[in-house]
C-alpha cells in the first residue's frame, strides 16, 4: 500500500505561482510512476502531468505546457508540480496520484492507469 500526501495548494492571484508536494510513503518511491490530475466543481478529474518511474519521461495536458513543470525527487519520495502563469481556470483541487512502475507510459493520462491517490489540495486563482 502506498499512502501520498499533497501539500502546497492556496489562493494566488492571477499570474501568481504555486509549487505542489506529493509525499510518498509505504512502497518504494523509486519504482512508482507519479502523476497530478486535478477536478474542478461540476468537471471531471482531468489530467495535468505525469512522470514516469525513471523520470525519463514527462507529458503534460495541453492546458498546461510551458507553465506547469513536474519533478521528483526518489531521496525524498516526493513528487512535486510547480505551477507558474497561474490562471483562474487552474482553479482545481489537484491530486496526486501513483502507478505500478509496471503501467505504460502512454496510458498514463488515464486516471484508471493509477493504484493510488492522494486526498488533494485545494488550489484557487483568483482574478
Known amino acids: 500500500q502506498v499512502q501520498l500526501v499533497e501539500s502546497g495548494g492556496g489562493l494566488v492571484q492571477a499570474g501568481g505561482s504555486l509549487r505542489l508536494s506529493c509525499a510518498a510513503s509505504g512502497r518504494p518511491f523509486s519504482n512508482l510512476h507519479m502523476g497530478w490530475f486535478r477536478q474542478a466543481p461540476g468537471k471531471e478529474r482531468e489530467f495535468v502531468s505525469y512522470?514516469?518511474?525513471?523520470?525519463?519521461?514527462?507529458d503534460y495536458a495541453d492546458s498546461v505546457k510551458g507553465r506547469f513543470t513536474i519533478s521528483r525527487d526518489n531521496a525524498k519520495n516526493t513528487a512535486y508540480l510547480q505551477m507558474n502563469s497561474l490562471k483562474p481556470e487552474d482553479t482545481a483541487v489537484y491530486y496526486c496520484?501513483?502507478?505500478?512502475?509496471?503501467?505504460?507510459?502512454?496510458?498514463?493520462?488515464?486516471?484508471?492507469?493509477?493504484?493510488?491517490w492522494g486526498q488533494g489540495t485545494q488550489v484557487t486563482v483568483s482574478s
Open positions: 512522470i514516469t518511474w525513471t523520470g525519463g519521461l514527462i
Open positions: 496520484a501513483a502507478a505500478k512502475g509496471v503501467r505504460v507510459a502512454v496510458k498514463l493520462p488515464t486516471t484508471g492507469e493509477y493504484d493510488y
